[in-house]
């Protein structure tokens, strides 16, 4: 029996060291790196530079976090992955809480440069419990920032919050989210699996929790997730 490759796309200002836990537990798993962007890209756009990365000839998975759950929404409408499980993200523009969507009128999101979004990950880290109890876990997220070009994650930033996904989407794929999410809140999301205590960080900080629960959906042939 042939195992899958498995693709894992990370969220804004991280990179491989992201799933760090995740891609040693599975068979096959492969980091796709973020393609560079031009200015003029959208969401929609953007995401067809990673078809190319992708094996399409054979069967696939897609495992993605935060924006790189969002860039997936848009991705599997040009693939088609065995499963998807997506991770302390959001599925449609619904899901997508007010503060975010109201940047898309007021546009106060453009006034912070993206070497000030950098900025933002040192100092706002300071103050987040669940990363300072975790050794190593602020240091490692600078340095995920640090990896990122500010162009870049300008032009994250702006992506998500123009972002239009519609609720028009396969309803097999499988949504793992912390009950604490500062970015995404919980009571917004749908069809999804709990993680409790979880932050938006579930992903570094509960790895455990949710390697386990990903590799039962992957390693679960009675269904196409």
Not at 134 to 161: H, T
Request: hydrophobic share 40%; net charge positive; charged share 20%.
């Amino acid at each position: 029996m042939t195992i899958p490759n498995t693709y894992f796309i990370g969220g804004i200002a991280s990179d491989e060291r992201l799933f760090k836990h995740q891609m040693v537990a599975v068979e096959n798993g492969i980091y796709l790196p973020f393609p560079k962007h031009e200015k003029t890209d959208t969401m929609e756009t953007y995401v067809q530079k990673f078809i190319p990365l992708i094996d399409t000839s054979k069967p696939f998975n897609l495992v993605a976090n935060s924006m790189g759950g969002i860039m997936t929404m848009e991705l599997i409408k040009h693939v088609n992955p065995q499963k998807v499980v997506l991770i302390s993200t959001i599925k449609s523009r619904n899901e997508m809480p007010f503060k975010l969507k109201q940047l898309n009128y007021t546009y106060l999101h453009k006034l912070l440069p993206g070497s000030g979004f950098i900025g933002a990950i040192q100092f706002g880290s300071l103050f987040k419990r669940d990363v300072l109890k975790e050794p190593g876990l602020r240091k490692m997220a600078i340095s995920m920032a640090k990896n990122n070009s500010s162009s870049f994650l300008y032009w994250c930033v702006n992506a998500i919050v123009q972002w239009k996904g519609s609720d028009d989407y396969r309803q097999d794929i499988v949504h793992i989210h912390g009950t604490k999410d500062e970015v995404f809140p919980f009571k917004k999301i749908k069809h999804v699996i709990p993680v409790l205590g979880g932050t938006h960080q579930t992903m570094l900080n509960k790895h455990q929790e949710v390697t386990k629960l990903m590799l039962e959906h992957l390693n679960d042939n009675s269904v196409k997730i």
